[in-house]
């Protein structure tokens, strides 16, 4: 089955660093580009980055561009999303989500990042 | 990048069919014709319905349909059922590999 797991979400102060971590299994993961969508509580969905399927390319919202670090490592099946200077507008459910035909048809089930000042 | 215009929310009645529709700007959804619509349901995570504007992913129910003109993308849902009640997005691609949502739509099934 193919299937997204994200971990490592919790609880931050306004301005501290996290970092959070997407598991790919059942499928070719080096051979597909993936990105974080975020939701925050009660609100739509947020493109946030994506990363190419090798790594070469990356690409950021304005909203969090210098801030946040798309990374992956297809060795380890893995992405991961380090987020720095974080503040409270970024508590949300981050979801991974593998892109085919520039849609996202693959979603993991989120982990939620609590930004509090 | 801002984010594309959607309806806050629509209903309709079992057997119905509604259209929601998504405004964006020439720089997405008119550019590209990558509009994708996606379904939520309480607390769990968004699936893929429609990409590239109309065409649906292995599984999904013929009676979800979508097009697009101009600026604009609409996404139909025919003959409604109660477990179509949930929220919708539409997405668009927006260039060098960048994506814009939309607000959301909430469906309620009367």
């Known amino acids: 089955e193919e299937q997204l797991v994200e971990s490592g979400g919790g609880l931050v102060q306004s301005g501290g660093s996290l970092r959070v971590s997407c598991a790919a299994s059942g499928f070719i993961f080096s051979s597909h580009s993936v990105n974080w969508v975020r939701q925050a509580p009660g609100r739509g969905l947020e493109w946030v980055s994506y990363?190419?399927?090798?790594?070469?390319?990356?690409s950021y919202a304005d909203s969090v561009k210098g801030r946040f670090t798309i990374s992956r490592d297809n060795a380890k099946n893995s992405l991961y999303l380090q987020m720095d200077s974080l503040r409270d507008e970024d508590t949300a459910v981050y979801y991974c989500?593998?892109?085919?035909?520039?849609?996202?048809?693959?979603w993991g089930q989120g982990t939620l990042v609590t930004v509090s000042s | 990048q801002s984010a594309l215009t959607q309806s806050a929310s629509v209903s309709g009645s079992p057997g119905q069919s509604i259209t929601i529709s998504c405004t964006g700007t020439?720089?997405?959804?008119?550019?590209?014709?990558?509009v994708s619509w996606y379904q939520q349901h309480p607390g769990k995570a968004p699936e893929l319905i429609i990409y590239?504007?109309?065409n649906r992913p292995s599984g999904v129910s013929n009676r979800f349909s979508a097009s697009k003109s101009g600026n604009t993308a609409s996404l139909t849902i025919s003959g409604l059922q109660a477990e179509d009640e949930a929220d919708y997005y539409c997405c668009s691609h927006a260039g060098s590999y960048n994506w814009v949502f939309g607000g959301g739509t909430k469906l309620t099934v009367l």
């Open positions: 989500a593998r892109t085919v035909k520039y849609a996202f048809d693959l």
């Open positions: 590239e504007v109309s």
């Open positions: 020439s720089s997405d959804v008119g550019s590209y014709n990558l």
């Open positions: 990363i190419s399927a090798t790594g070469s390319r990356v």
